[in-house]
C-alpha cells in the first residue's frame, strides 16, 4: 500500500490533519463504526468529554488491532462531539498525543451533533487500510 498526503495550504499544518490522503493498492479497507466510551458489557459512560474520549480512544485502538490493522494507516477520522468548544478546551491534550503516538495523518471532519447514544459526548469514526 502506498500512501501519499495532500496539503495545499500553510494553515494546514496546525490542524492535526491534512486535507486529502491518496491510497494506491491497499491490501484491505477497514470501515469502522464510529466508537464511543461503552465498556465491555455495553454501558455507555457517564464521564465527562475527556475520560469518555480516553475510553473511546481505548475502543479504536482495539478494534482497529483486532482486526488486523495498525492506527498509523487511519486515513479517515470522523470526530462528533455534543460541543466543539468543550472537545478544544478539554480534549486536545489527549488526542493530539493518540495521533501523533501512531503518527496517524488523516483526513478528517470534526462535527458538533445534537447529542449522541445515552450519555455519549464523543464519537470517532474511522476508516483505515493495510
Known amino acids: 500500500m502506498e ?8 494553515w494546514g499544518k496546525n490542524t492535526n490533519s491534512v486535507q486529502a490522503i491518496e491510497v494506491k493498492q491497499p491490501a484491505g479497507t477497514l470501515y469502522c463504526s464510529g466508537q464511543v466510551a461503552i465498556d465491555a458489557n455495553g454501558v ?22 483486532e482486526s488486523g490493522y495498525e492506527c498509523k494507516n487511519i486515513v479517515r477520522l470522523n470526530v462528533y462531539t455534543t460541543s466543539t468548544q468543550e472537545f478544544f478546551s478539554t480534549c486536545m491534550d489527549i488526542y493530539v498525543p493518540f495521533l501523533q503516538k501512531h503518527e496517524i495523518q488523516q483526513a478528517t471532519t470534526l462535527l458538533e451533533v445534537k447529542g449522541l447514544f445515552a450519555t455519549l459526548t464523543v464519537e470517532l469514526e474511522a476508516t483505515v487500510v493495510k
Open 3 to 10: 500512501k501519499k498526503t495532500f496539503d495545499p495550504w500553510a
Open 44 to 65: 455507555p459512560s457517564n464521564s465527562d468529554m475527556r475520560n469518555q474520549l480516553i475510553q473511546t480512544i481505548a475502543n479504536l485502538e482495539q478494534l482497529v488491532s
